[in-house]
């Protein structure tokens, strides 16, 4: 079973930026890519960004222009670099699979946009 492991996230000011990784065991970003999603209190789980294997990335409208993805195949890691966060982007962060069967979730990595 393909175990996921996020990290990087934590409290930052709305307007900053934070950094998140995920270390997969094996490589996840098969044919049909892998992405991040998230999922706030309350609210179900969204997939924000996603890439494929050949490197094709695709946003949700919440976050185009300020996520960028990317990924280090070689690695097993799939990076998400956030900017210009805003407090609607606090969350639980986890990364798998873009499209369903999911792989087992991960912890996730917090993420809290407040001043």
């Known amino acids: 079973q393909v175990q996921l492991v996020e990290s990087g996230g934590g409290l930052v000011q709305p307007g900053g930026s934070l950094g998140l990784s995920c270390v997969a065991s094996r490589n996840i970003c098969g044919a049909t890519g892998c992405g991040w999603f998230r999922q706030a209190p309350g609210k179900p789980r969204e997939l924000v960004a996603s890439i494929t294997y050949a490197g094709a990335t695709d946003y949700a409208e919440t976050v185009e222009g300020r996520f960028t993805i990317s990924r280090d195949i070689a690695k097993n890691t799939v990076y998400l670099q956030m900017n210009n966060l805003k407090p609607e982007d606090t969350a639980l962060y986890y990364c798998?699979?873009?499209?369903?069967?999911?792989?087992?979730w991960g912890q996730g990595t917090q993420v809290t946009v407040s001043s």
């Open positions: 798998n699979r873009k499209l369903p069967p999911y792989f087992n």
